[in-house]
């Protein structure tokens, strides 16, 4: 064989350097891969926004009153029956904070003041519909709330209240 006719055996510098090179590209983008799903993601912390939620007690609500469970973002309103809704605290409108106005009796939207009753109804402003609720179970007299499922509603209804 002559010098030119030689077979060469293995791989040379250069392919080793082209599959060195696709495999460090393929390396980077799984982990930015990775990175992007893991930012994406929502975070449900146990006891947190998003899951179920322990509020307190049946009876450290009293009837006709509202209270806010800033933890769950959301408003326990025992009615005077003793049923009870949790009221998500975001405005049906564009998703402002709406404070329970103890003064006025209602629900006063701070952006574009649209109103709500104790049962989340609109009184007035540009809300379009009532307040979303979340589904409650009582057990043993302790309310716990999921707050990972939203129910959006056109109107109130006296079956979406929980009986204590």
Request: charged share 20%; proline share 7%; net charge positive.
């Amino acid at each position: 064989m002559s010098i030119g006719m030689q077979r060469k055996q293995g791989i040379s510098r250069r392919q080793f350097l082209g599959w060195a090179w696709a495999a460090s590209v393929v390396g980077l983008l799984g982990q930015a891969g990775a990175a992007l799903f893991n930012f994406i993601k929502p975070r449900v912390e146990p006891g947190g926004f998003g899951a179920k939620i322990v509020a307190g007690r049946v009876d450290e609500f009293q009837p006709g009153t509202v209270s806010h469970v800033q933890k769950g973002r959301f408003y326990i309103s025992r009615l005077d029956d003793g049923s009870v809704l949790a009221l998500w605290h975001r405005c049906t409108h564009l998703g402002c904070t709406v404070p329970w106005r103890e003064d006025e009796g209602q629900f006063h939207c701070p952006c574009h003041s649209s109103l709500f009753n104790k049962v989340g109804e609109v009184l007035g402003g540009p809300a379009p519909r009532p307040l979303d609720i979340f589904p409650i179970e009582i057990v043993d007299g302790q309310i716990t709330v999921d707050t990972g499922k939203p129910i959006s509603r056109d109107k109130y209804d006296p079956s979406q209240a929980v009986r204590a």
